[in-house]
């Protein structure tokens, strides 16, 4: 079954907690994205990777690390420096400069 | 720096009505146009893509057209269904670029 999956669904985080969530793809593509989503407001990008062991930082990429140690896996981490990390999470993934597919999507919430 | 503007913001139509969804970019150096479709909760859904070289692209009862001289792309949903209720964004993808700048998108509710 080919596609982007993330994971989990839901997330909770503590404050001062960091967390990571998972985005996986057996599309064979090179490029992969990381966005987040607030409540009536478009995607913003947070950070890219276009290859293995190389990424660059989205135009909201404090309080966010990331790591791109395979082709599948590009994990984001949300550390306790991010103050504001409920919203609504998305992983997205992209051969060439064609046409881009997501994943569906972590829910993360500070309790 | 690129901006996409999506105008209504909301739309309520009775079913069987044929819409428009409009999409506006402020720098017309794009490569590519994409339509996305968003049920509530879940993930991107991708509908439509339109090269910058092409002026519209069709995909059953969806038909995406580009102006990219105006800096503009409609969204054509021939008769509607309640099926269709959902977001509908539109990102562009910058000509020097490898990013996709997304607009807010456009809710879109049929009433049957």
């Known amino acids: 079954d080919g596609g982007i999956t993330q994971s989990p669904k839901y997330l909770f985080r503590k404050e001062g907690q960091n967390v990571t969530l998972s985005c996986e793809q057996n599309?064979?593509?090179?490029?992969m994205y990381w966005y987040r989503q607030d409540p009536g407001q478009g995607l913003r990008l947070i950070y890219y990777?276009?290859?293995?062991?190389?990424?660059q930082k989205g135009d909201i990429a404090e309080g966010y690390s990331v790591s791109r140690e395979k082709k599948e896996s590009f994990p984001l981490t949300v550390t306790s420096a991010q103050k504001n990390p409920t919203a609504f999470y998305l992983c997205?993934?992209?051969?060439?400069?064609?046409?881009?597919?997501f994943g569906q999507g972590t829910r993360l919430t500070v309790v | 720096k690129q901006e996409v503007t999506q105008i209504p913001a909301a739309l309520s139509v009775p079913e069987g009505e044929n819409l428009v969804l409009n999409c506006s970019f402020t720098?017309?150096?794009?490569?590519?146009l994409q339509w996305f479709r968003q049920d509530p909760g879940k993930g991107l859904t991708s509908l439509l893509l339109?090269?910058?070289?092409?002026r519209e692209q069709t995909s059953g009862r969806l038909n995406a057209s580009l102006d990219k001289s105006s800096g503009r792309s409609t969204l054509y949903i021939a008769a509607s269904q309640p099926g269709d209720s959902a977001t509908y964004l539109c990102?562009?993808?910058?000509?020097?670029?490898?990013?996709?700048?997304f607009g807010a998108g456009t809710i879109l509710r049929v009433k049957s």
């Open positions: 339109i090269q910058s070289s092409q």
């Open positions: 997205a993934t992209r051969q060439g400069r064609t046409e881009a597919f």
């Open positions: 990102a562009v993808m910058e000509e020097y670029g490898n990013k996709l700048v």
């Open positions: 720098d017309s150096a794009i490569y590519n």
């Open positions: 990777s276009q290859i293995v062991n190389d990424f």
């Open positions: 599309l064979n593509h090179d490029a």
